[in-house]
């Protein structure tokens, strides 16, 4: 569910008016917060902390107060005197003063950005003091090579449009508290907000936006299958790839291998006879890899569900074409595949319900033709509907839409993961989560939150920078991705 403003502030006051005591949240907030820039940064590093004089001040400087206990070397920045801050925010202040800087060799060289002033209330451009402190922030993310984490929502940016105001702040992460705003699924927002992490308070939230939601662990927890103890390989899911072709052989390989640490029991890979041997000696060796001299000789295919699309070529065979429409089995259609859809746009609403499209930009652009819409929600949620079926509308905020399902925003990744084969990982990802039957819209969602976090470990554990990263690292921590979905606390 999302939020308003209105709200969530209607939620604040309601709890608030009982009588209850607002320090406690801020300490909770400020404590989950820390933990949150803990969890990417797990080492003493130096921070700087801006802050403004109200309570979104005060929730940054209980996280300053943690990271400092931490080890951290931490400098407070303020859009005014000490004596302009509100009564709980100076209290904040006192007590973060109250402990003692940590040696100078503990913090090390990462410089963190905590974004604390302003709440979700401020309305209009930035002014003054504020101006030039999101000013120094995006110029130290800019130039240094800073991260930054915003309380609840950028410096900026309108948290009920998404709109962001002349100089918002642009954050690396935005840890959302109690409940995510409204404006941070707006398309112009995402550069703004960058990861959502979710910062959960005791606060009942009555009021707000049903039919979106943004995926958290909280959420998919639940949705992700407990194996009984005497699952074997069978009980697992087996998954069926048709993928690959001459110069794309890669994709073969990374959907099988996006399968396989996905959890599947069996994945069998079908693919062009001349290609056998060299995709054979590049899968992972569970992976069984059959020829094939000519499609009409694919009659079994044996498999709980088909993945179809990467890396086939332009010209994919009637035959193949076929089997999207008419397999009984869930299908995964991604890339080649999509765009041999698309040269039938009519046929579409012909797809039966039990298909998972997995479109990039590019291929819902030729799937949808001249057709024109407002946003990528408005587009995805649209045609899910118009085609009957799941779509996985890929983007820096991934979006699963299916019929008679909220639409759902994933939360993980880093633009590290704009680079060749990462859609191959997540088709195999995704067929392996129906495998195991989970449900279509689920695995979708699952499949997305996975694969950025995945991502995110990836680089966090072989200390690189994202732009280095490749889709075989990513599949590889995919592991590292399910234990942290099955750990509660995890981000």
């Known amino acids: 569910m999302l939020v308003t403003c209105e ?26 917060c820390a933990e949150a820039v803990l969890d990417f940064f797990p080492e003493p590093a130096t921070a700087e902390v801006f802050c403004g004089k ?35 925010p100076a209290k904040k202040l006192a007590e973060f003063l109250a402990v003692p800087d940590p040696p100078g060799d503990r ?3 990462r410089l963190v950005l905590l974004d604390g002033i302003l709440g979700i ?67 112009g927002a995402v550069n703004h907000v960058g990861r959502l992490v979710e910062i959960p308070l ?84 569970e992976v069984m890899v059959r020829p094939f001299a000519h499609p009409r000789e694919l009659v079994d295919l044996p498999g ?43 046929r579409l609403s012909s797809l039966p319900a039990n298909r998972l499209l997995t479109p990039h930009p590019g291929e819902i652009k030729r799937l949808v033709g001249e057709a024109a819409f407002p946003d990528r929600s408005t587009l995805a949620r649209t045609m899910a509907e118009t085609w009957g079926v799941t779509l996985l509308f890929k983007g820096a905020r991934t979006l699963v839409a299916s019929p008679d399902h909220p639409l759902e925003y994933n939360t993980t990744g880093h633009p590290g993961m704009a680079s060749g084969g990462m859609g191959d990982v997540l088709t195999g990802v995704t067929a392996a989560l129906i495998a195991q039957g989970v449900k279509i819209h689920d695995a979708a969602c699952l499949g997305s939150w996975l694969l950025g976090r995945a991502a995110e470990i990836a680089v966090q554990r072989n200390g690189i920078a994202p732009e280095s990263l490749d889709a075989v690292r990513v599949a590889e921590h995919l592991g590292a991705a399910l234990l942290a979905l099955q750990t509660p606390g995890s981000p």
């Open 107 to 109: 913090a090390g060289r």
């Open 121 to 187: 209330g401020a309305k209009g451009a930035l002014r003054g003091a504020a101006r030039d402190l999101v000013g120094r922030i995006n110029q130290l993310r800019r130039d240094a090579f800073a991260t930054c984490f915003a309380i609840d929502i950028p410096s900026g940016l309108d948290a009920d449009t998404g709109i962001p105001h002349e100089g918002a702040v642009v954050a690396d992460h935005t840890l959302s508290i109690t409940a995510a705003k409204t404006g941070f699924a707006a398309d």
């Open 304 to 346: 709980d569900v088909l993945a179809i699309g990467p890396g086939l070529g332009p010209a994919i065979p009637p035959e193949l074409l076929d089997r999207i429409y008419h397999d009984p089995r869930p299908v995964v259609v991604d890339a080649d595949a999509l765009n041999t859809l698309a040269e039938d746009r009519d």
């Open 7 to 32: 709200e969530m502030s209607a939620a604040e006051r309601r709890l608030f008016s009982t009588g209850v005591a607002p320090e406690p949240y801020m300490e909770e907030a400020g404590r989950r």
């Open 202 to 285: 005791a606060i009942p939230v009555t009021e707000g936006d049903p039919s979106r939601a943004f995926l958290f662990p909280s959420i998919l927890r639940p949705r992700l299958p407990r194996r009984p103890f005497d699952t074997h390989k069978g009980m697992a899911g087996r998954v069926a790839i048709l993928a690959g072709s001459r110069g794309l052989s890669g994709a073969a390989v990374l959907t099988a291998l996006g399968a396989s640490r996905a959890g599947a029991g069996l994945v069998t890979v079908s693919v062009p006879e001349a290609l056998h041997p060299l995709i054979a000696s590049r899968c992972p060796p």
């Open 54 to 88: 109200g309570n979104n001040g005060g929730d940054a400087l209980v996280v300053a107060r943690h990271l400092k206990t931490r080890g951290w070397r931490v400098t407070l920045r303020f859009t005014g005197p000490a004596d302009d801050l509100a009564e709980l």
